[in-house]
């Protein structure tokens, strides 16, 4: 008796991380016209996930400050608070919060930066500082 395995050809699908699930579900929120269902996400997806797999992964973003929620009867609309960038800029403040030494969390990641991002970051720092001013 042979294993049948899914794809057709033998193979396994390629499993995704969590990281381009979020990002895919994101995208997808952000072409919404307006908050959408988690229905309608997984639809936007080709259907190729499973209702509970978006679900899941909305409830995650959630937590993350990534999207918001609302109740509509017995189910939740969903609406994007961050795009990928935002994204990737929550997990970085996630791991800041979690160090007991800030300065030298911070310390050591502008020291590592190559010297285009690091005058990028100078940029957008005195950026934000004129805006304070305002």
Do not use: C, N
């Amino acid at each position: 008796m042979t294993e049948h395995r899914a794809g057709g050809d033998g193979r396994h699908p390629r499993r995704r991380g969590q990281g381009e699930l979020e990002i895919a579900v994101l995208s997808a929120l952000g072409e919404a016209p307006e908050p959408v269902t988690a229905a309608w996400v997984q639809d936007r997806l080709g259907g190729e996930l499973a209702y509970t797999t978006v679900i899941t992964i909305l409830t995650r973003l959630h937590a993350k400050g990534a999207v918001a929620r609302q109740r509509v009867g017995r189910s939740f609309q969903w609406t994007p608070v961050a795009d990928e960038a935002g994204l990737a800029a929550l997990r970085m403040r996630r791991v800041l919060d979690g160090e007991e030494d800030r300065h030298a969390v911070l310390t050591s990641f502008v020291t590592a930066l190559p010297p285009g991002d690091e005058q990028l970051l100078r940029d957008l720092l005195a950026q934000a500082g004129e805006e304070e001013g305002d």
